[in-house]
């Protein structure tokens, strides 16, 4: 089956509909004091901590929260033990690329992106997204069906298209707040579905 291309124009009603739901949740989101994220932080926390598949893994592809995000930083640095290795997201330079991921240590320097979050230095070796165990997401609203609606760049659909062309794919897995959750989202043809999500 061909991958679809998160570049391909939806149909007008769609798209606004996908647009109207993204522009409440982030409302919904950036609305929350930072007494209210970090107590929604700490019940994610013990949602992660509570997880073999975050205890098991290995490699966990993870992002900086931004714009309202639920942040998961503070609970996997909590539960992080030997076997854990991190890795952030690089964002490409072309509009047509995919995301590259990169191995992070908490304190090492970081650069900021066009949208003003850190990222590792280019310079560093890159990591493809298939050899990760997990990758943690974030996401502005999601269903039961495992459907996810991102902030609208692309960059995520894409990286998850290309992993149906590689022989294995990490548990993908999306982090939100708990009012993000929908109960039908407009999905679109490019969307891969989740394998979980995790919540506060």
Do not use: C
């Not at 098991?56 to 942040?71: M, N, P, Q, S, T």
């Not at 794919?169 to 999905?187: D, M, N, R, S, T």
């Amino acid at each position: 089956m061909p991958v679809r291309s998160a570049d391909q124009p939806l149909l007008p009603p769609l798209q606004q509909q996908r647009q109207q739901i993204r522009q409440q949740m982030r409302r919904q989101r950036q609305a929350l004091s930072p007494a209210q994220q970090h107590a929604a932080s700490k019940r994610l926390g013990k949602n992660l901590s509570t997880s073999l598949l975050i205890r098991r893994a290995e490699r966990i592809g993870i992002y900086l929260a931004a714009d309202g995000e639920l942040d998961p930083l503070p609970a996997l640095l909590a539960i992080q033990h030997r076997r854990h290795k991190l890795y952030l997201p690089i964002l490409p330079k072309h509009a047509d690329a995919v995301l590259h991921f990169a191995a992070w240590q908490p304190g090492t320097n970081l650069v900021s992106n066009h949208y003003g979050i850190g990222e590792p230095p280019l310079q560093q070796q890159l990591t493809p997204l298939w050899s990760l165990d997990i990758l943690l997401m974030p996401l502005v609203a999601f269903d039961a069906a495992g459907n996810r609606l991102g902030m609208g760049g692309g960059f995520y659909d894409r990286a998850l298209a290309v992993l149906a062309r590689q022989p294995r794919k990490p548990l993908l897995l999306g982090v939100a707040h708990a009012f993000q959750q929908l109960e039908a989202l407009p999905a679109a043809p490019w969307d891969q579905p989740l394998d979980g999500v995790i919540t506060d």
